[in-house]
């Protein structure tokens, strides 16, 4: 039982760094044909619910690397965290001004808060999951919102990580007591 736990851990591990890599990359290489666009293709109201949702999530995930006691829930966190400040430097660094950000569920930080141990990784990983679906809610609804090509393809590859965001949080969701 022991070695099907710590196979997984590493599954997850591995595949989490080789996905974040990934995205981190694909980011990069994006930046320069969405620079000249983003100013006239991000609609103010998807990049508030975004910057909202992802707001929550960053500071969520903060309050997690330090209270979380699972190290896959630890680890979920880490990623999360680094994955919204990198998207946040991203937007700057094109210059999008993005609405003064807001947590999109400040209830969920209170009751984070007043949590510890197992019911805190729990309940961090239900919102995690949560506002993943809301994201890909939202930047579905931006998809089919632009005929601009170039957003298309890129909302596109941000659909399919978020995507797998919610398949990981919800693999690790089952596996916590």
């Given at each position: 039982?022991?070695?099907?736990?710590?196979?997984?851990?590493?599954?997850?591990?591995t595949?989490?760094?080789?996905?974040?890599?990934?995205?981190?990359?694909?980011?990069?290489?994006?930046?320069?044909?969405?620079?000249?666009l983003?100013?006239s293709?991000?609609?103010?109201?998807?990049?508030?619910?975004i910057?909202?949702?992802g707001?929550?999530s960053?500071?969520?995930?903060?309050l997690a690397?330090?209270?979380a006691?699972?190290p896959?829930?630890?680890?979920?966190?880490?990623?999360?965290?680094e994955?919204?400040?990198a998207?946040?430097?991203l937007?700057g660094?094109?210059?999008?001004?993005?609405p003064?950000?807001?947590?999109?569920?400040?209830d969920?930080?209170?009751?984070?808060?007043?949590?510890?141990?197992?019911?805190?990784?729990?309940?961090?990983?239900?919102?995690?999951?949560?506002?993943h679906?809301?994201?890909?809610?939202?930047?579905?609804?931006?998809?089919q919102?632009?005929?601009?090509?170039y957003?298309?393809?890129v909302?596109?590859?941000?659909?399919?990580?978020i995507?797998?965001?919610?398949?990981r949080?919800?693999?690790?969701?089952?596996?916590?007591?």
């Amino acid at each position: 039982m022991k070695n099907s736990v710590q196979e997984s851990r590493r599954n997850f591990l591995t595949t989490s760094v080789k996905g974040a890599a990934m995205v981190g990359a694909g980011a990069v290489i994006m930046a320069i044909p969405l620079k000249s666009l983003a100013h006239s293709s991000i609609d103010a109201g998807y990049l508030d619910q975004i910057a909202s949702i992802g707001t929550t999530s960053l500071e969520t995930s903060r309050l997690a690397l330090r209270a979380a006691v699972n190290p896959l829930v630890q680890l979920f966190a880490k990623f999360e965290k680094e994955e919204q400040e990198a998207v946040g430097g991203l937007l700057g660094t094109l210059g999008v001004i993005v609405p003064s950000p807001h947590p999109a569920d400040p209830d969920v930080l209170r009751t984070l808060r007043g949590l510890n141990g197992p019911a805190f990784d729990k309940t961090y990983m239900v919102a995690q999951v949560k506002g993943h679906h809301r994201l890909k809610d939202v930047v579905g609804a931006y998809f089919q919102s632009t005929d601009n090509a170039y957003i298309k393809h890129v909302v596109n590859l941000a659909l399919a990580t978020i995507g797998e965001h919610i398949e990981r949080g919800e693999m690790l969701l089952r596996q916590l007591p």
